[in-house]
């Protein structure tokens, strides 16, 4: 795979993949999300927030994923990269199986691909930006786009402290939380979304469709 920068291209190797999970700012709003889920039968994360390792195969900047089942759905979601001693901002999905998600959040995080966006942006240019940022995913639903997340990064714990809560060598990549979906989690077949920086006048756009295959009992 490869990035591109200002016009740059560069080659892009991750040795490392992190779904960093449970990232939300308001402290009340995660534990009530914890709650509800544990009414559910699922089982409350271990420490808040949870770092789950991923197999570093998965992200991908193919335009179509192969899921298994009709149950899984796509999260926008700033991506870091730390390569070469340099730190980048991106754009990726942590597409996730939600019905394997109920029996174990680990194992869900494992069994889809994550797309990413092809540019990245220099964290340091933006660092003291970050909160102002606009994460925004749309669905193809019904026939029509529909806006299913739309927030600032200032609803996710700061990427800083993400960073320092695990170990970020160089080749490692960490998905960093995501949003709130509008009209609850839902499964989709198609995807538009996009990390835009008001300041700057620039954004990072990421589509992607994902293609069902069949559960063959």
Sequence with gaps: MHVSYLGQTMPLS????????WTGRDHAAVQHHIDELA?????????????YRVSNG????????????????????PLLIRM??????????????????????????QACPKPMAAEVWDFDEIAADLDSLIL???IFENGDWVTYQDGTLAAIRPLAELMAGTEFADGTAMLCGTL?????????AEYRMTLHD??????ITLEYSARILPIVA
């Design 198 to 203: 008001p300041a700057r006048e620039r954004s």
């Design 14 to 21: 991750v040795d490392r993949l992190i779904v960093a999970g």
């Design 84 to 109: 070469d001693g340099k730190l980048w901002l991106g754009l990726a999905s942590d597409h996730t199986d939600r019905e394997l998600e109920a029996y174990s959040v680990a194992a869900s995080k």
């Design 39 to 51: 009414e559910l039968g699922i089982a409350p994360p271990s420490q808040v927030p949870l770092y």
């Design 58 to 77: 998965l992200l991908t900047q193919a335009p179509v994923i192969d899921v298994l089942g009709e149950t899984s759905s796509g999260e926008v979601e």
């Design 136 to 138: 925004r995913c749309e």
């Design 180 to 188: 709130g979906a509008i009209g609850g989690v839902r499964p989709a």
